[in-house]
């Protein structure tokens, strides 16, 4: 899934952007107004997430224009701006959500989750490229358009990268994916391999499915290969 | 301000003065209406005077000459007729036939003649016998019943250049005298009869003209002067008969005729001059009100612009410290966390401080909007209490029980009691940290929801239980003071309870250690 970041802060835009490659997006970049209607037009994203006070046009007018041309693309207000009737403005543009600054990592996983969700209610399966039924692979039961897996009925939620590695894993059942292949069905061949990046994700992903993350059951490891699971 | 609102105050201003205006007008207009019908009836009766001033006259010499006709026996009418106004005499019989001058008369060169009755003698005599016939013979057909009308009365008598005044009288003989009168004296008769100066007992300048059928003006009187020759009268009297081819055209100053022109332009002037003042009024009053807008604009902007100028920065703080405890998590060592810790912990007080500030700046402005609504308080207790643990452990805050006894929901604003409670705890990590331990409790009190906020801190001073409350006061002002601080945390945190409809009070009673700080919500209204 693609996210349109619109922000003027470098910083902010690319805090912004590592903390959703890691949930698993691939992120856009724009740093004012004009460039965010460009890259939205030019790359159609599936989500967009847009800074109020832009240079050249406001988050305001560019989530006005977006949504004029199309009504249901997915947008979230980042700003500063707290006022009541800033929030309401927002929605009244056209907006989906709206996250105040300074906000935590959590919030924004929590919020961008709960927009993607949304999203893949709107969209069809083939247009997502990802296996939207719900699976089983290990102990938990897997569902994916709700970025969610539960074990013996306790949630646990998971970010759309977590869904990815699961449903590569849930299809290659005792087959042990290497480095370069887990990239390319889940980061895309374009993607540099960075054998650090799969192992934090892999660590996280650990974190959260598995009974004990230090003697996983569900995704093991390869030495020297990569990683596998074994129903 | 709109120009919509402009245009409204103009009209609220201008439409009760122009109501004013209209009926002023109106009054103005029915009281020269009543003064124009007195102006009407004084010159009808002036006009009316002076015409019967004339036919007095005109009686009078009716009676004079039909006197004269009288004296004058049948073989002794002279040719020449010496009564002032009867130039001429002739005589017929009851059918019309000449009877004097005699036809055969021989006329003198001394003797003066009537033009028309020496055409008769010389030339035009037949035709001069067919206009006294026709006259005769009219008169006879259209009053045969009431002839006598006829006699006794003026006559006019035209024939191409010629025209003439004739006076007829039925002798008891039954013969008829018709005597051609001299126009230019009975004229200057008649014009004596007029009054030299018009209507003077109403003190009104007037000019009366008498005027023939040509336009010609006979005569005129009066002290007013039309300036104009175009002026028209503005009243005219056709006269009776014999006079009828006059009449009195009446001439009077416009200022009599329409002193509304005048009066209407006293009012449109003074109209325009209250509405430039009214519409002046208004535009600088709305000069004024977009000054102080734009200045309440630029405070609220500055406000807004110091926002995100601060809190740009520490979302960056923020967000990289917590993307840097997760990237590393396993790989940190406790001090490396506890220092990114540090880091995520002030940035977050840092944020709350700004809150404060941008809280305080908009309770001035009367800005500061709250949504309360029916919710658990326990739970942004909890999670607010939750955000605080880590810094209340490092400043040596061990224990923070919450004891929630409340059944029914509560109606407040979940970030001001966020606020709240974090300017509580911020207070105690200040003052109140060697008490080590915070207790929160959740209960009903008199009907209201009561959270009560107690710590084993050193408490607050006796005597500074109201000051504590104040913007800007710390119980330590100065620079060698322990603890640091704004000085505004509990007079928003009250601010704000009291904008949800409840209050934040310090219990002085309370007899244990530390300080109790109670907030009252109202409860959830359930049932009718």
Known sequence: ?231 | MRLRIQILLILVFFIPVATLTWLGMKLIATEQEAVQTRMVKVFEEHLRDSETAMLEVLSQEEESISNYFEEIEADKIPLEPDHPLVKQIVVTDSIGSLLYPDVDHVIRSTERIEPSFHRFLSEDREETFGLIDGIISDYKLAVSAQENEFYEKWHHWDKGENSGLFFMKKMESGDIIYAAIDETALKSRLIAALPAKAAEEYALPLCTKLVDENNTVIYRFGSFDPVNKKDLPVMFRSLSSPMERWRFDLYAPTSFINPTEKISNILLISLITIGVMITGFVLLLSKELRRDLREASQRLSFVNQVSHELKTPLTNIRMYAELLEENLDDELQESEKRHLNVIGEESRRLSRLIENVLTFSKEKQKKLNLEPAPGDLIEVVESTVQTFLPALKQAGISEVNIINKLETKTVFDPDGVEQILGNLLSNVEKYASEGEKILIQLNEVNGKHQLTFLDHGPGIPTGKEKMIFEPFQRLENTLAAKSTGTGIGLTIARSLARRMGGDLIYDPKYKGAGACFKLMLNPEKTGP
């Open chain 1, 1 to 231: 899934m693609k996210v349109l970041v619109a922000e003027d802060d470098q910083n902010i835009r690319e805090g912004l952007a590592e903390i959703l490659r890691r949930e698993g997006y691939s992120v856009l970049h724009a740093s004012d107004g004009a460039v965010a209607l460009e890259t939205w037009r030019r790359e159609q994203p599936d989500i967009i997430c847009l800074d109020v006070m832009m240079p050249k046009r406001s988050g305001y007018d560019v989530c006005k224009i977006i949504r004029e041309e199309n009504p249901d693309v997915p947008i979230l207000f980042i700003s500063a701006k707290t006022e009541e009737i800033d929030k309401v403005v927002g929605f009244e543009f056209g907006a989906d959500d709206y996250i105040i600054k300074p906000f935590g990592v959590r919030e924004v996983i929590a919020r961008i989750r709960a927009v993607t969700r949304r999203c893949f209610a709107q969209k069809s399966e083939e247009n997502n490229h990802l296996n939207l039924n719900p699976f089983t692979i290990g102990d938990i039961d897997v569902e994916p358009a709700q970025l969610r897996a539960t074990r013996n009925g306790s949630p646990m939620n998971l970010s759309l990268r977590d869904i990815q590695f699961l449903t590569l894993f849930q299809k290659n059942p005792g087959r042990a994916l290497d480095r370069p292949t887990i990239f390319r069905e889940v980061w895309g061949v374009n993607h540099v391999p960075n054998s650090r990046t799969l192992d934090q994700h892999i660590s996280s992903l650990r974190k959260r499915i598995e009974v004990d993350p230090k003697n996983p059951q569900i995704v093991k490891t390869v030495h020297g290969v990569g990683y596998r699971y074994d129903p």
